[in-house]
């Protein structure tokens, strides 16, 4: 059985920092690209960074460049725990975050939302002015 759960958002001010995590078990998961998304009230969901399975390479949205960062620990060939650092915190960055999970043995790391099979249920995090 695919899960992916996210913990760790919560509410903090302007310039705050949090550390999300993404306990991914289930289905060769140390073979996936992983990434994170966001989905603000009233807007579509868009990407916040991805990360390679086999190399740890990473890509950002332009607007978090800097103050987040993406990584991952493979527990063994079905678990796989993916962070999202997140420093300087803006009220624009107010979202649901969502871990997902792309297909296995990707080599390229792909932004856009139909790329990635199996997605987490999401953390709120709410950054306050």
């Known amino acids: 059985q695919v899960q992916l759960v996210e913990s760790g958002g919560g509410l903090v001010r302007t310039g705050g920092s949090l550390r999300l995590s993404c306990a991914a078990s289930?289905?060769?998961?140390?073979?996936?690209?992983m990434g994170w998304f966001r989905q603000a009230p009233g807007k579509e969901r868009e990407f916040v960074a991805a990360i390679r399975w086999n190399d740890s390479t990473t890509y950002y949205a332009d607007s978090v460049k800097g103050r987040f960062t993406i990584s991952q620990d493979n527990q063994d060939n079905d678990k796989k725990m993916v962070y999202l650092q997140l420093i300087s915190l803006k009220p624009e960055d107010t979202a649901v975050y969502y871990c997902a999970a792309t297909s296995p043995l990707w080599l390229a790391i792909k932004k856009e939302s139909y790329n990635y099979d199996y997605w987490g249920q999401g953390t709120q995090v709410t950054v306050s002015s």
């Open positions: 289930g289905r060769t998961f140390s073979t996936r690209n």
